[in-house]
């Protein structure tokens, strides 16, 4: 069976979403792209294993002040192109700053709307000729990332309900997320932060992205119509599908990843 969490040391959330069945009797390819938490984690081990996968490119969702704080790590080092498209690019901690919603789902709904833009630039680098294999990430590669998964996902045709678990599968590394939170940025300075997040983002629960994908439907009748409102191409998605689809009887090469 292939698996599709891959295994590194540095990051913990890098996954595969290959695999996933589409309509008109299609699945994402394997091996094409990827999502994952921070790349600036990478380890000396870890090079080998990002140059086998193949990435050309990875689109970062961070801040320009996550950035400084974090950096890249040795993505220049392995010839990957990094592509910033900050999801929110105004203090260090912005979503404290001007969102007033009360649950996860609230930020997501927030975050598709005032950082569509992100979003669209990171497609639109997508569906740049030789761009793929890549990936996108954030810190946690839980919320930006995430909610960008589920937008490719479902301009490919993948079911709501594959939309839903993927995102629900960071779930099963939530503890090891939070641990390297707090040995990152102390307790006191994680005390802080959440005193102005909504506390069911601290984890990956399945009814979350059950929420947004209701209100994605309601709002703009389904992720195509969020696309066109938020300013992505047809022929920008057209290439997303002819890249990144193939019909199910097509061979597909497998990873080579852990759990």
């Not at 050309?56 to 002040?65: C, G, L, M, N, V």
Request: proline share 5%; aromatic share 8%; glycine share 10%.
């Amino acid at each position: 069976m292939t698996l599709r969490r891959v295994g590194f040391e540095g990051p913990v959330n890098f996954r595969d979403l290959g695999g996933y069945a589409a309509d008109g009797g299609r699945h994402v390819r394997w091996g094409r792209l990827y999502r994952s938490d921070s790349l600036h984690t990478i380890t000396p081990d870890d090079v080998p294993v990002l140059r086998n996968l193949g990435v050309r490119t990875a689109i970062d969702f961070r801040s320009s002040d996550e950035i400084e704080w974090l950096g890249i790590g040795p993505l220049g080092e392995v010839s990957v192109r990094h592509v910033h498209c900050p999801t929110f690019d105004r203090t260090p901690s912005p979503e404290a700053a001007t969102f007033q919603g009360r649950t996860a789902a609230d930020f997501y709904v927030h975050m598709l709307d005032q950082g569509s833009g992100a979003y669209v630039a990171a497609a639109r680098s997508l569906a740049d000729a030789d761009t793929l294999p890549a990936v996108f990430f954030c810190v946690a590669g839980k919320d930006r990332t995430g909610c960008f998964a589920a937008l490719v996902l479902g301009l490919l045709g993948v079911a709501d309900d594959v939309i839903v678990s993927d995102y629900a599968l960071t779930q099963e590394i939530v503890p090891l997320l939070t641990a390297r939170r707090l040995a990152r940025d102390g307790e006191h300075a994680d005390a802080e932060r959440w005193k102005n997040i909504p506390a069911d983002l601290r984890e990956a629960p399945a009814h979350v992205m059950e929420t947004v994908v209701g209100h994605i439907h309601e709002r703009w009748g389904g992720w195509a119509g969020y696309a066109d409102a938020a300013g992505i191409e047809s022929a920008v998605v057209t290439r997303l599908r002819e890249e990144l689809l193939e019909d199910d009887q097509a061979p597909s090469a497998t990873r080579a990843t852990s759990s």
